[in-house]
C-alpha cells in the first residue's frame, strides 16, 4: 500500500522519529497511524534500553512552583551533552517531570534509592497486617514483598504514574524522550518543599 507524505508527516509530528521509521512504521501496519505509533514506540524503547547505560554529565537544574507559592521544586535532569539540555523538548520534559513532583508528592528518585530501614520499618506494619489474615507464614511473606512493591511504585518518581498521562509512568516517558531526543537521560535529584511543613 502506497503510504501518503501528509501521513508520513503527521506521524513523524506527532512522535518525532524519523522520516523512514515513520514510512516503515506505516508500512507494516497498513497506514494504521495507532498502531505505527505504537510500533515506533515499541522500537523506540529498545533503543532508549541501549542508551541507558551511556554516562549523563549535562543537562538542566529546573525549578517549578505550584498553589500560590505553597509548593516548590527543584529538580536535577541529566542528559549527554549541552547540546540536548538547551533542546527545547528536553527542557519541556524536565518541567513536566518538575510538576509531577509538585502534584504527586514522590519521596524517592527510583526503589534502588529507598533506604533498606523504611523498607523494613513497612515490612513489619505489612506483617502486622497480613498475620490478622490467619495465613500461613510463607503466604505472609508474599504478601508483605507485594505490599513493599506496591510501596515503592507510591513513593518512588520514576515508577508513579505521570500526571499528564496516567497509562505510563514517568519512567516510561523519560524512555520515550531518550528515543526522539536521541541521548541517555536520568533524574539525578529533586527537593520538594510545601509551606508550613517541617
Known amino acids: 500500500m502506497a503510504i501518503s507524505t501528509d501521513l508520513i508527516k503527521d506521524l513523524r509530528e506527532r512522535t518525532g522519529a524519523g522520516m523512514m521509521d515513520c514510512k516503515k512504521a506505516l508500512e507494516q501496519n497498513k497506514g494504521d497511524i495507532d498502531e505505527a505509533i505504537k510500533f ?3 522500537k523506540g524503547l ?3 534500553a541501549k542508551k541507558s547505560g551511556r554516562a549523563t554529565k549535562e543537562g538542566l537544574v529546573t525549578s517549578y512552583i505550584h498553589g500560590n507559592g505553597k509548593i516548590g521544586v527543584m529538580v536535577e535532569v541529566n542528559c549527554e551533552t549541552d547540546f540536548v539540555a538547551r533542546n527545547e523538548k528536553f527542557q519541556q520534559m524536565v518541567k513536566d517531570i518538575a510538576m509531577h513532583i509538585a502534584a504527586m508528592n514522590p519521596r524517592f ?3 534502588d534509592d529507598v533506604p533498606e530501614d523504611i523498607k523494613e520499618e513497612e515490612r513489619k506494619i505489612y506483617r ?3 498475620k490478622e489474615t490467619g495465613k500461613p507464614d510463607n503466604v505472609i511473606e508474599k504478601i508483605v514483598e507485594g505490599k513493599i512493591k506496591k510501596f515503592c511504585k507510591e ?3 520514576l515508577d508513579q504514574a505521570f500526571v499528564k498521562n496516567p497509562d ?10 531518550i528515543s526522539t531526543i536521541g541521548e541517555n537521560i536520568s533524574v539525578r535529584r529533586f527537593v520538594r518543599w510545601q509551606l508550613g511543613e517541617n
Open 128 to 130: 502486622v497486617q497480613a
Open 168 to 177: 505510563a509512568t514517568i519512567g516510561d516517558y523519560i524512555k520515550e524522550n
Open 109 to 111: 528518585v527510583s526503589g
Open 155 to 157: 513513593v518512588c518518581l
Open 40 to 42: 515506533l514506540r515499541e
Open 46 to 48: 529498545a533503543s532508549a
